[in-house]
């Protein structure tokens, strides 16, 4: 599981990014439990995927449910960082990527609760990553309401995660979207993805967007991702690895 | 074409928003001359969808070359809004959009250069628009490259200007994308959209990211959109007003 954490630390980079110093001392122990994924970031780096004060109740309600479910080490919480570089250790390759002063495209908003507020849980033992969302007034499309790009953002990282739950350095090839109900600004909605099925390089997943008491499907898309690595290595790396 | 301009300037906010007061004034000769068009929206009212410090020599290239496409009036440049409240004349329904304070999702970055930077210019005789966007460095997904949420915003909102070219109230319903090639972060791409076929309330357009050379294929997508006015309607009025 350890090293399940460490490539999570490395592919998250990928769909996920970070946010507040102080409250991340709330969590922080559960972060030191996974020493090997703490040796991969620097000490500087800060989860994002954490409550601040823009977090409704709502948004603080759902991220304590999943907080919870942690405990028993069948789900995890996802560490979420602003950019690439946090994802490193020291060296000439993070100052690389500082210098570049990227960001992570979820966390490219610098007001907090105006854009994507989430944190993300992995279920390694069915391939399955659930993020919590905050849609901010950032991301409007039509009138009150998420842009559908907004939408397809959030289904593509949080898909994104689960697969990077099987294999490490993945790319999407396909990401289909039906839209079903328009997603309020300011409310909370649950993100729930799966691996749906490996063949050779390609990895299909899938995903829903719904309300939080379940009763509105608000999007629903299904995702071909690819492998850049080949297969045989980075499922060695998961046989040997993915029970938690 | 008034009516339609008309139109373009409500139906936009859905999809795209603003920038630079200055540059806005070498351009603003051709806003005036859609008199009706001007109505709708406030004096303070920026188009952000113009040049600024942060746009590289290929996006001023590919900026100019489709303005002077607008001289003969068979394009037309779409103005770019920062927030729905921009279209909307004085009255307690901006106001109340005013103190919601949201933004459009494709505007929602402060910095110039950091996100989506974009023109966006319409041929109504062929109900297709091509955007010019520069991907800023916040928009990153793998490293080095944007997130594959970036570049469906991006098709989504020009393949959305494309179908309120011809019905001003639409929602996506479906939009499926593959990728081909990642698109670097910093780099120029062609957005290519159009309306392909009307049925009923079910309007499908389509559209791909290319590089400017156009030799290079980033992504392509499918759409389809439903109106949320009844058809004949705003059949109508394209009757009436398409011709350019």
New interface residues.
Partial sequence: MLRNWARLWWGL???VTPRNGALLQRFSHKLQEHSTASMLISEKSIDWGVPNPSWSQEMMLQFNRYMEMTKDGSWQKLPSYQ??SDHLREGSRKEE?QN???????R???EEG??FEYAMFLRPSEKRVVAVFQIG????????F?????I??????TV?ASVISVSRRV?????????KS?VE?GSVVLVDTRVDKIEDRKIFASGEVRSVDGQTLHAEATSLFIELLPRSLSQKETDSSSSP
Same sequence: chains 1, 2.
């Fill in positions: 980079p990928y769909f950019s690439l990527l570049r002063k990227s960001r992570l495209f979820l490219s908003i610098d105006k854009g007034p950032y991301l409007e499309g039509p009138s009150g998420a842009h559908g790009g907004a397809a953002t959030i289904l593509d990282s994104g790319v999407t090839a396909n990401l289909s979207i039906n839209y328009p600004l």
